[in-house]
């Protein structure tokens, strides 16, 4: 889940039903609760105003639950009242002004004190102004504001690729979704999206539901969604990767992936694989990944001359094409990459685009796998073993 559904007109209720979190047992907290607390949740609030069962103060660290304990957290109308502060390295004062690298903005210390307390997978909703809306000024103990993208920085896959360098520690998917003033006249999903993103008082809040990606273990699965790679998500390939090349996973391999991106299957592959050698190639600039295992060329895969030139023949183990899914590409970077692959060795094709390609790859002994999950046409897997 990581997402920026703008629903053209959607109340605050409707989106917070519609993310589920209601439904969930086990300890529930509605952050900042006032006398307005959550049904099915428990208040927590600095003030005991009437039914705040908690009175915490959520500027300060640790807060008094235990770790991977709460299933829910709701948090609406807080967050643009958080100080603009920082959390010194004793865990405990604010400051006004960092005075180490360790010192942690207020934003990522509580985002990260969320994560600690929720169970893995379980749900967090926040509700605050969207910072292009006079909702957002008008209220001068507003002290943040918030966009769509604003969340990224809670999201590791997208702080690795940009190379963020904040104290957090957190993992959270998320959707945002706009609460949009925007009138039924602008009815061309372009439009609005424009209007939406680039008007003032259109998009008056955001309902943002958080998922504390905590997922547990060391398979591939686990570690894929981590990296946030679309292997395990728009697609459905972790699994046959999987099984295909667990039996190697100790082994000192060589891998070529076409397509890097930003770099989210290759940290995969680094992660999953400790001994691999894994060769990165795009026809767009390298992803931000320090490690010697880890090389990257810039060579559109159309190019078969100088996929010819890249490694000596017989020596990768495996080859991954995720590059442009382009049918006429996937073949001409197959004839001059399959010899290099080693007897033995595996050929992966992504995402084929259309049937009329299969016959090709089934002339030269492919499996295909047609997996078609989460509704996509694209969601098959061709496998060569040589
Ligand atoms: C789907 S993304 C790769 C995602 C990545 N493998 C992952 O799982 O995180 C596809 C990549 O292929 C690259 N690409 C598109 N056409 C290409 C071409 N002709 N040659 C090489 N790379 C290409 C794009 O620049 C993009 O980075």
């Not at 609005?192 to 955001?206: D, F, G, L, M, P």
């Amino acid at each position: 889940m990581i997402a920026t559904g703008l629903p053209a007109t959607m109340d605050v209720k409707r989106a917070l039903d519609s993310n589920g979190s209601q439904a969930t047992e086990g300890l529930k907290l509605d952050f900042g609760c006032g006398r307005n607390i959550r049904d099915k949740f428990e208040g927590v609030d600095r003030l005991p105003l009437p039914g705040v069962k908690h009175v915490v103060d959520l500027w300060r660290f640790p807060w008094p639950w235990e770790d991977s304990s709460v299933s829910a957290i709701h948090c609406q109308h807080l967050l643009e009242f958080m100080p603009q502060a920082f959390v010194a390295r004793d865990g405990v004062s604010l400051i006004q002004v960092p005075e180490s690298p360790e010192d942690q903005d207020l934003f990522f210390a509580f985002f990260d004190e969320c994560f600690r307390i929720l169970k893995p997978g379980a749900l967090m909703t926040v509700v605050v102004p969207c910072g292009r809306h006079n909702l957002s000024m008008d209220n001068p103990c507003h002290r943040r504001s918030f966009v769509e993208t604003t969340w990224l920085s809670l999201h590791e896959p997208c702080r690795l690729e940009t190379g963020m360098d904040a104290v957090v520690r957190c993992n959270f998917d998320y959707e945002c979704a706009g609460i949009s003033s925007l009138d039924q006249t602008v009815f061309h999903p372009e439009a609005r999206a424009r209007r939406q993103s680039e008007s003032w008082n259109v998009i008056s809040k955001w309902v943002v539901t958080l998922r504390a990606n905590k997922e547990p273990g060391n398979g591939l699965v686990a570690i894929g969604s981590r990296c946030g790679t679309d292997k395990g998500t728009f697609h459905s390939y972790l699994g046959v990767y999987e099984e295909l090349l667990s039996p190697w996973r100790d082994k000192d391999i060589s891998i070529l992936e076409i397509g890097t991106w930003t770099g989210r299957s290759a940290r995969m592959w680094l992660q999953y694989f400790p001994s691999a050698r894994i060769i990165g190639l795009d026809i767009g600039g390298p992803p931000l990944i320090n490690d010697d295992r880890f090389t990257f060329h810039q060579i559109n895969q159309r190019d078969q001359k100088k996929l010819r030139t890249l490694v000596t023949d017989g020596t990768l183990d495996v080859v991954i094409d995720d590059g442009s899914h382009d049918p006429e590409d996937q073949r001409l970077s197959f004839e001059a990459l399959w010899p290099k692959v080693r007897k033995g060795g595996i050929y992966f094709i992504e995402d084929i685009q259309s049937e009329a390609s299969l016959p090709y790859w089934e002339s030269r002994g492919a499996k295909i796998h047609k997996l078609l999950k989460n509704g996509r046409y694209d969601d098959i897997l061709v496998v060569l073993r040589k």
